[in-house]
T-cell receptor, first 117, second 113 residues
Framework: AQKVTQAQTEISVVEKEDVTLDCVYE???????LFWYKQPPSGELVFLIR??????QNEISGRYSWNFQKSTSSFNFTITASQVVDSAVYFC??????????????FGAGTILRVKS | DTEVTQTPKHLVMGMTNKKSLKCEQH?????MYWYKQKAKKPPELMFV???????INESVPSRFSPECPNSSLLNLHLHALQPEDSALYLC????????????FGPGTRLTVT
C-alpha cells in the first residue's frame, strides 16, 4: 500500500526564517507522482507543485523550493524568508494507481505552519 | 483560469432534510472529485467521475449520492445525514483522472444537526 508521512505535526517560525517541511513516501510503483498542496484558513487547497518519479531535478519557484530524492523516498519543501501569509496547513500527496480507472491522491497528515511577525 | 466554484459555502441541515452541494468548473477538465475533510485531517476521497461516469466510489454510504449532469457540473445529493457527517466537503477537478494535478474549490462547510 502507498503511504505518505509528514512527521512534523506543527512548526512555528518567526518571519524571514527559512523552514523545511518534510515528506517521506512509500510506494511499489515505479511510476508515480508527488504533489504539495497548501490549505490556508479559508479552506481551499491550493496546488503548489507536481513532480514525477523520473524527474529528480530540484525545483525553485520564488521563495519556494522542492528537493526530491528517490534514494531516501523524500520530497521536502522549503520556504525561504517565510512570511505571515505562508501560515497554512501543507499537505504532501502521492498519486496511487487504481486499476484501470486512473489514479487517486494519497495525502499525508499535513503540517501546520505558523509564521509569526 | 484555475477556478473551481462550490455552492453553498455553508450549509446547516437537519437529519431528515434533503439538500444538494454544487460544484462547477470551466477549465475543460474531464475528471471531477468529491472529498470529505474533517477538522485537522487530510481530505478523504469519496467519489471520482471520469468523462461524466462514476469511476471510483470509496464505499461511501448511500445517504451521499453524486451526480454529474455534464462535464462542467458535479452535484452531491444529501439525504438523512448523521451528525458525524458534518465536515468540509471539497470538490476538485483535473485534466483527466490519471496523474494530473487536481484543482480544488473552496469547499462547503456542512453542519448536520
Amino acid at each position: 500500500a502507498q503511504k505518505v508521512t509528514q512527521a512534523q505535526t506543527e512548526i512555528s517560525v518567526v518571519e524571514k526564517e527559512d523552514v523545511t517541511l518534510d515528506c517521506v513516501y512509500e510506494t511499489r510503483d515505479t511510476t508515480y507522482y508527488l504533489f504539495w498542496y497548501k490549505q490556508p484558513p479559508s479552506g481551499e487547497l491550493v496546488f503548489l507543485i507536481r513532480r514525477n518519479s523520473f524527474d529528480e531535478q530540484n525545483e525553485i519557484s520564488g521563495r519556494y523550493s522542492w528537493n526530491f530524492q528517490k534514494s531516501t523516498s523524500s520530497f521536502n519543501f522549503t520556504i525561504t524568508a517565510s512570511q505571515v501569509v505562508d501560515s497554512a496547513v501543507y499537505f504532501c500527496a502521492l498519486s496511487e494507481a487504481w486499476e484501470e480507472y486512473g489514479n487517486k491522491l494519497v495525502f499525508g497528515a499535513g503540517t501546520i505552519l505558523r509564521v509569526k511577525s | 483560469d484555475t477556478e473551481v466554484t462550490q455552492t453553498p459555502k455553508h450549509l446547516v441541515m437537519g437529519m431528515t432534510n434533503k439538500k444538494s452541494l454544487k460544484c462547477e468548473q470551466h477549465m475543460g477538465h474531464r475528471a471531477m472529485y468529491w472529498y470529505k475533510q474533517k477538522a485537522k485531517k487530510p481530505p478523504e476521497l469519496m467519489f471520482v467521475y471520469s468523462y461524466e461516469k462514476l469511476s471510483i466510489n470509496e464505499s461511501v454510504p448511500s445517504r451521499f449520492s453524486p451526480e454529474c449532469p455534464n462535464s462542467s457540473l458535479l452535484n452531491l445529493h444529501l439525504h438523512a445525514l448523521q451528525p458525524e457527517d458534518s465536515a468540509l466537503y471539497l470538490c476538485a477537478s483535473s485534466q483527466d483522472a490519471r496523474i494530473y494535478e487536481q484543482y480544488f474549490g473552496p469547499g462547503t462547510r456542512l453542519t448536520v444537526t
